[in-house]
């Protein structure tokens, strides 16, 4: 238990603590514990601070001094960083562990070989890698996440007492410049951006989940706290960074930043990671895959070879060449540069990518659940209405509304931002002079509503409050109208309610305004003078749906993509504006109704309907975690306070540029423009980056396993080896070499139409059944070269002409596997492909006929071996595509 430090309220502070605390969570906390008995005034002093914040000067000493308000996590990414990335991983340890048996035996050209491929595998994937980094970094810096502070500029000129007069001033900053001592003003929506004592709360709830798993949010409050607490996280006057604001207001001064938080602790403790997707774990199940062949085909590979050819370190040699060529070395530049190309295609349309796997699930999306506002519509929300509960325009409710938007102190949404374009009204009503704030009850989503309380000129204290009409309605009692008041019965709530649905029914969502004369005695106020209040009426604000909207919905649907909406607006103004944009209404669940549902019953619910209204934040998180159990991929759009649990819950989480704080930070995607259009355009990226790894993939998979047949058969009937070591690494590297563009491929049509997931028995069937194809030309190639070309006794001839057919069929077959359609003639590969595959093609034969090939081995092959090579190439090419053909109508595409 954390226990107060001894010391009372009254007690003189003493000098200021320092204000490098080490990390530690006994000692953070013990800080933390220490402060939170003090008094506001008094845990100002401790932190050398003052109620208007701190002076430039100060700040940069203190920068200086405990440096900037970071995790360890947060670091930019730096080429040492990358490159130490790019090559640890088991692949290239593999590699170069073979490299060194091979320089130890004494073949130094094969190790030099294999080094070539690691060096050629980790340089094409860095580079790639590099690009995409400084473009996600150039994009990053423009979704600052900020933190309102009040600091003091230095003030000189008559009447000044110096440098040190200074005037405070509220400013957004970044939270990485806060420091000790900062005094940091908190509303609805925002995140805490480091551990702060408060020195004023009104009605602050905090959300601290991601600290404590405790899904309540938390009154915190500014008195000091002398009682014992089982952990920090109890303490009443602190607030936590990395906690969000649920409602409310307050201000606080920052004690401590960066590691020294709790959340910087524990971030540096245990590094948390979101669970892999089928992807990651796929491609993880490949790799291994890959290395358990290796690991019984090298041994097997020896035996044999050995018994049967008398020379074990030829034997040896040979082994660790066929294990290199069994490695799928390649496969993580693949991916990364796939995922990379696809990040830098989404930012030249501004479209930042925090996460890099998130571009793969776009494309295995086919749910998009998503908020009205701005999405659906213009966010360009217009203040169109202005009624008295009769239903006739009335400017005393535009004022009265105009008050309360004007003196509201927390996140102030867009209907708040339509009331305040009327800026003629605070001239008119000379709010400055006559009315000064004395008190608020912020906004909650449990009593949808908030209020100001305000004293004016004449002395009387008015309460103002807004709110959705049924909750407003529910704590008025009587209503003012043409000056006359009167008690609200059943038929004026009958009346209210067929004016709001009439609004609705229009498109516009309505506002309730009330009003209460309360005693100017009263000092302090709390949402249970809410109550008994006299109801003016109402406003009702439009905010019309997107002309691109329709479109971009149908281009998903056309995808696969069916998108779901969330919203905790009613169902009236919903149902209008879904018809506008071409979505299907027919019925609409309400979040009252989901609450009596059992999961499964949730489940089934949320995948036939198509609108959810009035749901809640926890609820909107239920239905895509209920989505998911019936094996969805799902995508949440969502930029508001009440986002963050359906942004962590969704396979692809994405928020804009405008978010609040606790949205952006839970987003995997950031939108600088609140498209649709755009998703769209990931949806599509995704699916290229997923189709050209799986080409990849199948193709790097069934040439392995067609290998090893080759290799088995080879190494037990031939009297030498097939091939020799340094040239089976030779084919390797250019072979390689060829693959490397495969990011760049096109990708056909047929196959951006329709999601992709990663299904491992799809590809497994298909290797079990194209790979043997390969081994069956490498037989027929065997059986020329000894029978034709008579090699029995001429083992370069056979290795030489192996070599060439084996290097073109697998470098020629990428451009059968990598389409559905009819290779060359209905679909061709990208430019930059077909260039790799002619010079490849090109090298290997006419390696042969140079000095680098007697080098290695290689002897000219007659003029009748090309003859046979057309017919054999051919004859595979076709073959593979008819079989291919068959698979996919029999087990589809993947």
Avoid at 94 to 115: E, F, N
Avoid at 318 to 330: I, N
Avoid at 370 to 377: A, F, N, R, S, Y
Avoid at 397 to 402: N, Q, R, S, T
């Amino acid at each position: 238990m954390i226990g107060p430090a001894v010391m009372t309220p009254t007690t003189s502070p003493g000098p200021p603590q320092t204000l490098e605390t080490p990390v530690g969570s006994a000692t953070s906390g013990h800080a933390l514990g220490d402060i939170a008995c003090l008094s506001p005034d008094d845990a100002l002093h401790r932190l050398s601070s003052a109620a208007d914040g701190l002076t430039a000067r100060q700040v940069d000493e203190r920068l200086a001094s405990v440096g900037r308000n970071q995790i360890a996590q947060q670091a930019h990414h730096t080429i040492v960083g990358e490159l130490v990335r790019r090559s640890i991983n088991p692949l290239n340890l593999l590699l170069l562990s073979l490299a060194t048996a091979s320089w130890l035996l004494g073949d130094q050209r094969a190790a030099i070989v294999i080094a070539v491929m690691v060096v050629l595998s980790i340089s094409l994937g860095f580079i790639q890698e590099h690009r995409s980094n400084i473009a996600a970094d150039k994009l990053q810096r423009m979704v600052l996440v900020t933190a309102t502070v009040r600091r003091r500029a230095a003030q000189a000129g008559p009447g000044s007492a110096g440098p040190d007069h200074v005037a405070p001033d509220h400013v957004d900053v970044p939270i990485e410049q806060l420091v000790p001592g900062d005094i940091v003003l908190l509303s609805a929506g925002d995140m805490i951006p480091a551990d702060l004592r408060l020195i004023s709360a009104k009605d602050l709830f905090v959300n601290q989940s991601t600290l404590t798993g405790e899904a309540m949010p938390l009154e915190k409050v500014a008195a000091p706290h002398a009682g014992a607490v089982e952990t920090p996280f109890d303490l009443p006057n602190i607030c936590f960074m990395g906690s969000a604001v649920v409602s409310g207001i307050g201000c606080g001064v920052v004690v401590l930043t960066g590691p020294r938080t709790a959340f910087g602790v524990v971030a540096n403790a245990i590094s948390e990671r979101r669970e892999l997707t089928s992807f990651d774990k796929g491609i993880t199940r490949f790799t291994w895959l890959m290395l358990g062949f290796i690991v019984v085909m090298a041994p097997l590979v020896f035996v044999i070879n050995g018994l049967t050819k008398g020379n074990w370190l030829e034997a040896l040699l040979f082994a660790v060449a066929v294990a290199v060529g069994l490695t799928p070395e390649m496969l993580p530049m693949i991916v990364t540069v796939n995922l990379a190309k696809g990040a830098m295609a989404m930012s030249r349309k501004k479209v930042i990518v925090k996460r890099l796997n998130a571009i793969q699930n776009f494309g295995a999306m086919n749910m998009l659940c998503t908020d009205k506002t701005g999405t659906l519509t213009q966010d360009r929300i217009i203040l169109k209405r202005h009624l008295d509960i009769r239903g006739a325009e009335s400017d005393r409710v535009l004022e009265y509304a105009y008050l309360n938007s004007f003196h509201q102190s927390g996140l102030k949404n867009l209907l708040d931002v339509a009331v305040l374009k009327h800026a003629e009204l605070e001239g008119g009503l000379d709010v400055q002079a006559r009315f000064q704030k004395i008190d608020e009850m912020p906004f909650d989503f449990e009593r949808r509503r908030m209020s100001v309380v305000l004293g004016r000129n004449d002395g009387v204290h008015i309460l103002i409050c807004k709110g959705a009409v049924e909750e407003i309605f529910a704590v008025c009692r009587h209503y003012a109208i043409d000056g006359e008041t009167g008690p609200l019965d059943e038929s004026h709530f009958a009346a209210a309610m067929e004016t709001t649905a009439r609004l609705n029914a229009d498109g516009f969502r309505v506002i309730a305004v009330a009003t209460k004369e309360m005693p100017p005695t009263q000092a302090t106020y709390s949402a249970a003078d809410e109550a008994d209040l006299t109801l003016l009426g109402y406003i009702a604000f439009l905010d019309p749906p997107k002309e691109t909207c329709a479109a971009a919905i149908a281009a998903l649907k056309a995808s696969g993509v069916q998108v779901k909406i969330l919203t905790g607006d009613n169902d009236i103004v919903t149902r209008k504006i879904c018809r506008e944009v071409g979505l299907p209404v027919d019925r609409i669940v309400l979040g009252s109704e989901m609450a009596a549902l059992s999961p499964e019953a949730l489940a089934s619910l949320a995948e036939t309907t198509t609108v959810f209204a009035k749901v809640s934040p926890s609820q909107k998180a239920a239905i895509i975690d209920a989505l998911h159990r019936k094996g969805h991929v799902v995508g949440f759009l969502g930029d508001g306070i009440n986002d963050g649990p359906a942004l962590k819950a969704a396979d692809v989480g994405i928020s804009v540029d405008s978010a609040v704080d606790i949205a952006k930070d839970s987003a995997d995607i950031i939108l600088l423009e609140k498209n649709l259009a755009v998703l769209g355009d990931g949806v599509i990226e995704g699916r290229k980056v997923f189709g050209n790894i799986t080409k990849y993939i199948k193709m790097g998979a069934s040439s392995s396993f067609g290998n090893m047949f080759s290799v088995l058969g080879a190494s037990v009937f031939l009297p030498f080896l097939p091939m020799t070591a340094i040239q089976v690494l030779t084919n390797n590297l250019l072979y390689d070499f060829s693959q490397t563009t495969i990011p760049t491929d096109n990708v056909d049509a047929d196959y951006l139409a329709v999601p992709r997931r990663w299904d491992i028995g799809n590809i497994a069937k298909f290797v079990l059944l194209i790979g043997p194809i390969s081994s069956i030309f490498d037989y027929v190639t065997y059986f020329t070269m000894l029978y034709v070309f008579d090699a029995w006794t001429n083992p370069a001839l056979f290795q030489t002409g192996w070599f060439v057919e084996s290097l073109l069929t697998q470098t020629l077959i990428i451009h059968v596997i990598r389409t559905a359609k009819i290779p060359f003639l209905e679909s061709r590969a990208s430019t930059s492909l077909i260039i790799t595959t002619i010079v490849v093609a090109a090298m290997g034969m006419s390696l042969p006929f140079t000095w680098l090939g007697s080098f290695l081995g290689f002897v000219p092959l007659p003029p009748t071996y090309w003859i046979a090579l057309g017919l054999i190439l051919p004859s595979y090419v076709v073959l593979t595509h008819l079989v291919k053909t068959w698979f996919i109508r029999r087990y589809g595409l993947n």
